[in-house]
């Protein structure tokens, strides 16, 4: 049995798991995305905030160092758990054993009760964290980021449902813990309403946005240096390449576009911004066949995400609109980063992006993927795109990390509270 441990309410070391990407990774491609900024802005900030933090991941490579430090107070510790390359998310299942013997090791080197709160990111680093805190009497706080049951109930045409296993390891991790951190309401009431959830467990937070980074800019010298005409309609996708990002549905709608107005042709760029991810990566090239197959190969380009932050917000500011047609969506951080740089953003009416994106002010919502519904929306924010520049900056703008990170840290302190109430009481 685990000794019971006193801890202060207001935590000094958290231990944030997030095995199956890295937060050193470049967002856009393979299992890297939205979460990996999430995990890598929060962490900074709560490190401002006095808090130390350890972000435990898996080793990809024999030459990754075990410690990395990621900004002051906040360190990425790699564990070694099964081969460092070849093993894809869809197999990490079989490597949760050696996953939390790592992290459980790490904690072993030191005196009781060195981590505070466990902050899991996703169901397999959530059934990590599960273990790790009945092993040490530390709170489990979970962010799920993307749920198994709403994925599936909105699958892309041809897309592979989640398998039972996650199904199951979500359900368990989301009884487990002793917070859950929703990004909208809309998300919270799926897991009370899907999942069974207390609802005095979860806990709303929404994500931010680096306003000191994604913000107004030059267009004009944004689109110089990325090598685009000063005069033209720029319909920009970011993100991972696969169908439940959806992508196809910029593409279809391009093509429409170009039926309805031929001479478009000479003004109109189309770019995608992202690398295949999760069942994408089985027909990698399938966009750029797309584009082929549709007639606009020539108006379309690709661009791997690997430059880093600075180009990011280049293509932001170069664009006319940003569309995210997603079938699912815990939140949309692309979304408000494009809106930060005065962009309007043309996305899917659902989940996350709802409250991502105000309809009709920082841009439009769409009530499904039809290519023709896609094409006329795009236009008209095109037209709008003054007044829902305007709006996008200022939505944008009620969204910042630093206001995310006090509300984990309350939360943090919430469950904190809790564990030391129960103890309290047992020791009568």
Not at 20 to 44: C, F, I, R, W
Not at 87 to 106: F, H, M, Y
Not at 261 to 277: E, H, I, K, N
Request: hydrophobic share 45%.
């Amino acid at each position: 049995m685990t000794p019971a441990v006193v801890r202060t309410v207001h935590p000094r070391r958290i231990a944030v798991l997030s095995v199956h990407t890295s937060p050193l990774e470049q967002p856009g491609t393979g299992d890297a995305g939205g979460m990996n900024v999430y995990v890598v802005e929060t962490s900074k900030r709560l490190a401002e905030r006095g808090v130390q933090v350890e972000v435990f991941t898996r080793a990809t490579s024999s030459d990754l160092p075990p410690l990395v430090e990621l900004s002051p107070g906040v360190t990425v510790r790699h564990v070694t758990a099964g081969p460092f390359e070849g093993l894809s998310k869809e197999d990490l299942p079989a490597q949760l054993c050696a996953l939390a013997s790592g992290v459980l090791r790490t904690e072993a080197q030191h005196e009781p009760g060195w981590y505070d709160v466990v902050h899991s990111h996703y169901w397999l680093s959530g059934q990590v964290g599960w273990l790790a805190s009945e092993r040490w009497g530390a709170p489990l706080v979970h962010t799920a980021h993307t749920l198994a049951k709403v994925k599936n109930l909105a699958l892309a045409d041809g897309d592979a449902p989640e398998p039972l296993r996650r199904v199951v390891g979500e359900e368990q991790v989301i009884a487990a813990a002793d917070r859950l951190v929703a990004n909208t309401d809309d998300e919270a009431r799926q897991l009370v309403d899907l999942y069974g959830a207390e609802a005095e467990r979860v806990v709303t937070v929404a994500p931010g946005v680096d306003l000191e980074h994604f913000r107004l800019g030059d267009a004009s010298a944004a689109r110089t240096r990325l090598g685009i005409p000063p005069d033209a309609v720029v319909l920009l996708f970011v993100g991972r390449i696969q169908p439940l990002k959806a992508p196809d549905v910029l593409l279809r709608a391009a093509a429409r576009l170009l039926e309805q107005d031929p001479s478009m042709r000479q003004r109109l760029v189309v770019a995608v911004v992202g690398g295949p991810s999760g069942t994408g990566l089985a027909e990698p090239e399938a966009l750029q066949d797309l584009a082929r197959a549709l007639g606009i190969a020539d108006v379309t380009r690709f661009e791997a995400p690997s430059a880093g932050k600075g180009r990011l917000r280049d293509w932001y500011r170069a664009a006319s609109v940003v569309a995210v047609p997603s079938h699912s969506e815990s939140f949309g951080l692309v979304a408000l980063e494009a809106q930060a740089c005065g962009t309007p953003v043309v996305a899917t009416d659902i989940g996350g992006l709802r409250t991502a994106v105000r309809d009709g002010v920082s841009g439009l919502l769409v009530p499904g993927h039809d290519a023709g519904e896609w094409a006329a929306a795009l236009t008209k924010a095109v037209e709008m795109r003054a007044v829902l520049g305007e709006g996008a900056v200022a939505h944008a703008a009620q969204f910042s990390w630093s206001t995310t990170a006090a509300g984990l840290l309350a939360t943090y302190r919430d469950a904190l509270a809790d564990r030391s109430g129960l103890l309290v009481a047992s020791a009568r």
